[in-house]
């Protein structure tokens, strides 16, 4: 089975630029999570989509949304890119948020660097 | 705010030495705990999870959890240097139950 699987792998944008990371989800999984990592530090969450809903936002600005499409693939737009946006965004799948057992399985990611 | 706390490091073992990897943490209420293995330039890579207090061991790895101390931990057994690696330690909680990452301890095992 293919995992999570996220495009594109690197991205080069400038400051003000906008960006659209995709993901989509180990197949059967119905929740995807967004997290921004950047070097030398763990992830941090962003977005936690279930079923097309928003089921919970990590502290960050507007300028960072999300959405979930009917096949649980999942965009992560960025507006008004600031160099500190850098930073590997991760994509993570799971068969179902809020469940005792439940588990994150993270893609490869993909590399912003804002210029 | 919730925090996840891990030493930094650099941590390096001799190759074969038994690895200790130390995570506490701030919410009570977090209930799932998780071990990530992070190799530079790429994700996490899961490598175990614990919701019981006590041992869980899968294969060279054992993951302790202490609810009570708000403490776990990874031991890894017969270090290969193929586990250099920045292992990373997340727990659960939120409405979304979104992980809460430390900030990982880098992991050097010496031939």
Known sequence: DAGVTQSP???I????????LRCSPISGH??????QQVLGQGPQFIFQYYEKEERGRGNFPDRFSARQFPNYSSE???????LGDSALYLCASSSLPGGPQDTQYFGPGTRLTVL | QKEVEQNSGPLSVPEGAIASLN???SDRGSQSFFWYRQYSGKSPELIMFIYSNGDKEDGRFTAQLNKASQYVSLLIRDSQPSDSATYLC?????SARQLTFGSG????VLP
């Open chain 1, 30 to 35: 119905k929740s995807v999570s967004w997290y």
């Open chain 1, 9 to 11: 792998t690197h991205l």
């Open chain 2, 105 to 108: 301890t880098q992991l050097t």
């Open chain 1, 13 to 20: 944008k400038t400051r003000g630029q906008h960006v659209t």
């Open chain 2, 23 to 25: 995570c506490t943490y």
């Open chain 1, 76 to 82: 992560l737009n960025v507006n008004a890119l600031l």
């Open chain 2, 90 to 94: 997340a727990v659960t909680g939120g």
